[in-house]
């Protein structure tokens, strides 16, 4: 923390009571986080390199049976979870790239260009805000299934995940509102300098929007990354589902090592990621809340 | 005539002042917004709305019925069962899971050096994706005392317990993973706010006599309730709208002790092919949740204005 008073003070600190529960709290709570945190984790991975009857008969005994390392490869082949992962890659880039299109470009009409019909449509992504997801999730399905006026059927397609994605209003309004921060004088300026619209916004805007497309962007692949129901939904073809829905379909029909080994893989890799970019990951999240604010 | 062709020049003058002032390329730049929406967000939202008022089963040609999904889906037996866990959900997820995230945070808060690694631990659950989390869970709560948590709590000499399979510690059985799962998130989002909190009045506490508690009641907690309101109405609209938790831990079961509303809805639509009760249903479920968005939406409006 950058301030260097908090809420303890320091001649509280020399009060006993303070000085010993304080360190007791501290290591409870660690504990506490320690197990919450990694014990899981830890009970995954052993349990990825055990064999079945070992799960099964002692879960909290320590490789009774020994080390069974193919487990790993074998995951990674026979359950496939390689291109599950892969799916869900491309569908956490693809929802990032499309909703970033979006979200960047409307806010650049309804906060620079600001047309006479701009209110209205801010007004309209406005009111989708107060309807919650639920409304929308049959007939958005219907949608895929058969695209009004162009008629094609979206259903197991790609498409069918990054497009509504795109269609967030938190977005638009996060960024719309950034925008609207971009002091007035630097558009101005570049207008009399004969910038273009579109040299306007690549060259002015997006360059002085980092942070915030950095957020939305760790928003979107985090919340792809999380879905569940509407891939379930949509991607009914194994081949193009994602890890999550993937995963409780091979849990039906894979023996339990398997299945452990597979949890494990798929949890590996994004617990890598965070690890490797804990401070900017941390930050993100904790602008989100700033921005709900 | 003289009139008409200078109106006419008017005319075209203008739709070239408009070209030249860059009309065009705002309507090209707003394209892709208004193309999602209407196909992704307003189009489904007013369809949904016609489509509770209409049989509709994909297959033959939708009927105008008028209020009878809405009668259907609200004379439903399992509709008040659904209702009821529902909101046992969204109040033990309340219970459980928003004082743990503002204790970790304000306690977060006070440690210098040490805090990013509660910050990185408690993260962790945060970043496994849900549907791995949930069917580790499901292997931890066997029933069996070999399963993970019976055999913890059998060192104790407690249990062993039925957890999912039964009616009534499945419901805490869910919520528990849930915050687990959530709360890291949360505190995140506590903590950066909390480093916003004056920290002079924390001295003028102390002159007065404040203790730590009452601290921590009377000064920290005040000036972060607008983002502790907030993150209580998102999560209440989150747990109201909970699916992939029951759906793949119990599916609804034991004996529908788990079957949400929006598990219903699920059922209504993708097992019965019944589109119009779901859409009835779904409407009903968002007119209650509109409510609170619009409370959301003021209340926060309020606060950022004073």
């Not at chain 1, 002085?208 to 792809?224: C, F, M, R």
């Not at chain 2, 969204?90 to 503002?102: I, Q």
């Not at chain 2, 799962?181 to 404040?210: K, P, Q």
């Amino acid at each position: 923390m950058s301030h260097e008073r908090g809420i303890i003070s320091i001649k509280d600190r020399q009060r006993t009571a303070v000085r010993i529960g304080l360190p007791i709290i501290q290591v409870l709570l660690f504990i506490g986080v320690l197990v919450a945190g990694v014990g899981p984790l830890l009970w995954l991975l052993k349990s990825g390199v055990s064999t079945s009857q070992d799960i099964l008969s002692g879960p909290m005994q320590l490789w009774p049976s020994g080390i069974q390392w193919r487990n790993i490869p074998d995951a990674w082949n026979r359950v496939q979870i390689g291109s599950y992962l892969g799916n869900t890659a491309i569908i956490a880039i693809g929802s990032m790239i499309s909703t970033l299109f979006v979200c960047t470009t409307g806010a650049f009409v309804l906060s620079v260009l600001r047309p006479k019909w701009g209110p209205v449509v801010t007004a309209a992504v406005l009111a989708t805000l107060f309807l919650p997801g639920v409304i929308s999730l049959v007939p958005l399905y219907m949608t895929i299934l058969k695209m009004p006026v162009l008629g094609v059927s979206l259903q197991n397609t790609f498409w069918a995940v990054w497009l509504p994605s795109a269609a967030g209003a938190f977005n638009v309004l996060v960024m719309k509102r950034y925008f609207d921060s971009i002091p007035r004088e630097l558009i101005e300026a570049a207008r009399i300098d004969g910038a273009s619209n579109l040299r306007m916004f690549t060259a002015l805007i997006l360059p002085l929007s980092k942070p915030i497309v950095g957020v939305v962007a760790l928003l979107t692949v985090i919340g792809s990354w999380k879905d569940y129901l509407w891939p379930l939904l949509v991607l009914p073809d194994p081949r193009l589902q994602p890890i999550s829905v993937a995963l409780p379909r091979v849990a039906k029909t894979t023996e339990i090592s398997l299945q452990m080994s597979a949890l494990f893989l798929a949890v590996l890799i994004p617990v890598v990621l965070f690890l490797v970019f804990q401070k900017q990951f941390l930050k993100g999240v904790g602008m989100s809340g700033g921005i709900k604010e | 005539m003289f009139q008409s062709t200078k109106q006419s020049r008017g005319g075209t003058g203008s739709i070239v002042t408009w070209y030249r002032s860059g009309g065009l390329s705002a309507v090209l730049f707003a394209v892709p917004l208004v193309l999602t929406f209407l196909y992704f967000s307003w189009g489904p939202i007013v369809r949904g709305l016609v489509l509770s008022f209409q049989k509709n089963n994909l297959v033959t040609a939708p009927e105008w019925v008028g209020m009878a999904n809405f009668s259907y889906v609200l004379t439903d037996p399992q509709l008040p069962q659904a209702a009821l866990n529902t909101l046992y959900f969204a109040a033990l997820a309340l219970v459980f899971g928003f004082p743990v995230p503002l204790f970790l945070a304000v306690f977060v808060s006070e440690l210098r050096s040490t805090g990013w690694l509660y910050n990185v631990l408690s993260y962790l659950p945060a970043v496994v994706p849900p549907v791995a989390a949930i069917l580790l869970w499901t292997f931890f709560y066997d029933p069996s005392e070999s399963g993970v948590f019976n055999a913890i709590l059998g060192w104790f000499g407690i249990g062993p317990f039925a957890w999912l399979n039964s009616q009534s510690l499945a419901m805490p059985a869910i919520v528990l993973e849930a915050t687990w799962a959530g709360a890291g998130a949360t505190s995140i989002i506590y903590l950066a706010a909390l480093t916003g909190v004056r920290t002079d009045l924390y001295e003028a506490a102390e002159l007065d006599g404040a203790g730590i508690w009452s601290r921590v009641w009377h000064v920290t907690l005040p000036q972060i309730r607008g983002i502790i309101f907030i993150m209580m109405l998102l999560q209440l609209i989150g747990t109201f709208q909970v699916f992939t938790e029951p759906f793949l831990f119990t599916g609804g079961g034991p004996n529908n002790a788990t079957t949400t509303i929006l598990l219903l809805i699920y059922r209504y639509a993708f097992i019965n092919g019944d589109f119009g009760a779901a859409t009835a249903l779904s409407v009903l479920l968002a007119g209650v949740l509109c409510v609170l968005s619009v409370v959301y939406h003021f209340v926060t409006r309020r606060w950022s204005t004073t």
